[in-house]
Every structure is written in C-alpha cells, then in structure tokens.
C-alpha cells in the first residue's frame, strides 16, 4: 500500500474543529487506497501553547493519521522568506515522523506550504503534486518574490491542480503554466447533504416555522461579502419576515454587528457564531435560499452543499462560482452590487426552485471522484515512488 504524506495547514485542530474540513473530507477518502499522514504547520506561539495536544500523533481512521508540527516564523515580517522558515522547521519535525516513509506527496496551499514541500520532496527524492485552493493564487501569488518561489516549485512538481479553471487561468496569467494546472472539483458529503423536509429542519434548529430564511455560511470578512448582504437586505422589497441567518465567525464580526443596527435589522439578521458542522445540513435544509456575495472565491464547498441539500443559491460570479452553479439552482450577481444582490434575493425567494433537479446536478461532485482524480496524477511510471518496501 503506497503511503501519502498530506501536507497543509487548513486542517481541523483541537481548539480550531471547522478549520479546512475539506482537507480533512479529502483525506478520509485518499485513506481509502493508500496510507495517509496529514502533517500540519502551526504558528510556533500557538503551538506552544498546546503542546501535549498537538505533539500526539492522531489515528483518525483506517490508514490515516495526522500531526502537527510547529512552524517558526516572525509573524507579518518578511514574508517572501515564509517557505524556507516552513521548509527549515520541517527539517527539524522530520524527527518526529521517521518512521513513515512517504512515497509521495500532497501540498495543498501554494503559499508557502506547497513550496516547502517541494523542497523537502526533491529530498527524499519523491513526486509531489501541488494543490490550489484560491486566495493562494488570487493573493499569495500577486506578489513577484513570492510568485517566483511558487513558479520554481511548480517546475518541479509531479502536477499542480486547482479547485477551478478559473483558478487554473489564474495562475497561467501569473506565468505559473509549467506544468498546465489541472483542475479538480472538490467534493462533498453526498450522505449528509441531502433534501429533508424544511419544516422538520426549522423546528430541529427551534427556529419560527413560517416565513421566508437566506442563510449565510462562511467567515464573518468583509471578502466574504456579507456587509453587501446585509445592506441588500435592508434594500430587498420583502415581507417583514423574512431573516437572514449568518452562521460562522471571524474578525469583522463586530463592523457587521454595527451595520446591523444601523440599518435598523436587528429582528430580521441572526448572527448564530460558529455552529458544529454536523448541523450545517440541517441549517441548509431551513433555508429557502443560501447567499454568498463573496469578493473572491475559489469553489466554495458550500455552494456544493447546498445544492446537494436541493437549495438554490444566490452568489457572486466569482472565481469558479459559476463554473458549478447553473441557472436552475441558482443566480449569479456581480459581486459589491448591492442592487443587484438585493433584486436577486427577490426574485430567488419569489420562485419555484426544482429541489430533485438541484441535488441531481450537485451529485457529480464528490470526494470518491476527487480521490480517484487525485490519484491518476501519480501514474505507474516504474519508479521508486511506485514500489511498496
């Protein structure tokens, strides 16, 4: 059985559970025809501070383990000396991994994740596939001393893919084209993300079973767009109860709390934190309609999850958005135009959405597909990486 080194920091933590649950979906399922261990980059002043969790190497499942390592760095200095700091901590975290010897290796975040994985990779003399993710490409790889380091990297990659092909024309327009980028859809939990009856759901979540509900999932940024969402709210011709439930955290939480009770919402926006992800279905399931009007984006699992729970989804045409989003599950705005945002909320409510055709398109999209693309990167070729010890 081949072994996999998975190396990137969205992955969940103790103190951080939600935290790049698509890497940890992905490695479930690369877990399923290889050995996997996730190592984990963490801030060395957080990592410190929770050292008997994060030194214990954890089983996760049949064939998967994860660790983490602390990655020493002064923190918003000299940033374009980012990887050869993650490249030397990882030098020194080798001890602590000697016994699984990978054979291959997946970098997921170019920046500077994927570049230090390149060099540890031409170390150990083992093929490395790179993976983008989105802001990755769409900020990392903006700046040139950065840039370099990735383009050099990706030289010497067994492949470099993308959650989009918008992505994947992103980084060919940045000069980063050798190899071409592949693109590979994430996927989605088919099992958990299904239709259920939206009454039941609402009153599983103790939420009022009449009226119209838009649901927000994500980061509480600005990027994400939901200061937009919340104004187009206020600009949006509808019935008085109609809510919008924001689910999530994050550093601009109390700049939209202040545009909430400007705008005079505070009965009509819930701001419910961060909620478990095993009731992220049941939220989508209360829904009529999810919003994200997003700046910037790559695919966002959760457009996938919401029409795989037969939600439509109004969204900013974005990054790859429109790329998995047809006309009959959802509407496209440009993203920072509130009226337009605010006339698609109407017109999404005010229709009849064909819940069977959503989940339908939304089945093609899912994390056995993805292993199974993952894994065609690294063809038999005879060499040392395909020989099991």
Not at 123 to 141: E, T, Y
Not at 154 to 165: E, I, K, M, N
Not at 233 to 262: C, F, H, K, N, V
Request: with cysteine; proline share 7%.
């Amino acid at each position: 059985m081949k072994r996999l080194l998975f190396v990137s920091n969205l992955f969940p933590l103790p103190w951080e559970p939600g935290r790049g649950l698509f890497n940890a979906q992905q490695a479930h399922a690369l877990a399923q025809t290889q050995e996997v261990l996730v190592w984990v980059p963490v801030p060395w002043h957080v990592w410190f501070r929770q050292p008997r969790a994060l030194r214990q190497r954890q089983q996760l499942a049949d064939n998967l383990q994860m660790v983490s390592f602390p990655f020493f760095y002064p923190p918003g200095l000299a940033r374009a000396s980012y990887a050869l700091l993650m490249f030397l901590s990882m030098l020194v975290a080798m001890l602590w991994i000697r016994d699984f010897r990978p054979q291959r290796m997946l970098a997921s975040w170019l920046y500077p994740d994927a570049v230090a994985a390149s060099w540890l990779a031409r170390l150990w003399r083992i093929p490395v596939v790179m993976k983008a993710h989105g802001s990755d490409v769409n900020s990392q790889c903006q700046h040139a001393p950065r840039r370099v380091q990735v383009r050099r990297a990706a030289r010497g990659a067994r492949a470099v893919y993308t959650v989009s092909q918008a992505l994947a024309s992103a980084l060919s327009d940045a000069g980063i084209d050798k190899p071409p980028a592949v693109t590979i859809y994430n996927g989605i939990d088919q099992a958990r993300f299904v239709p259920r009856p939206q009454e039941q759901a609402r009153q599983a979540l103790s939420l009022p079973v009449p009226g119209r509900m838009l649901l927000f999932v994500g980061n509480l940024k600005a990027s994400k767009g939901i200061l937009d969402a919340v104004r187009a709210l206020a600009a949006a011709q509808l019935p008085a109860d109609t809510r919008l439930y924001m689910i999530g955290d994050g550093p601009d939480r109390s700049r939209l709390q202040t545009e909430i009770e400007r705008l005079v919402l505070s009965g009509r926006v819930q701001l419910m934190g961060a909620q478990p992800h095993d009731t992220v279905p049941l939220w989508m399931a209360a829904a009529d309609v999810l919003l994200l009007p997003s700046h910037a984006e790559g695919v966002p699992n959760v457009v996938l999850e919401s029409m795989a729970a037969g939600r439509p989804v109004v969204a900013s045409r974005v990054g790859g958005i429109a790329e998995v989003l047809p006309a009959h599950a959802g509407i496209l705005v440009e993203a920072h135009d509130t009226g337009q945002l605010a006339s698609a909320m109407q017109a999404a409510l005010n229709r009849h959405w064909d819940s069977q055709a959503i989940r339908e398109h939304a089945q093609q999209f899912t994390w056995g597909a993805n292993a199974a693309a993952i894994n065609a990167l690294w063809p038999n070729t005879g060499t040392n990486e395909d020989t099991d010890d």
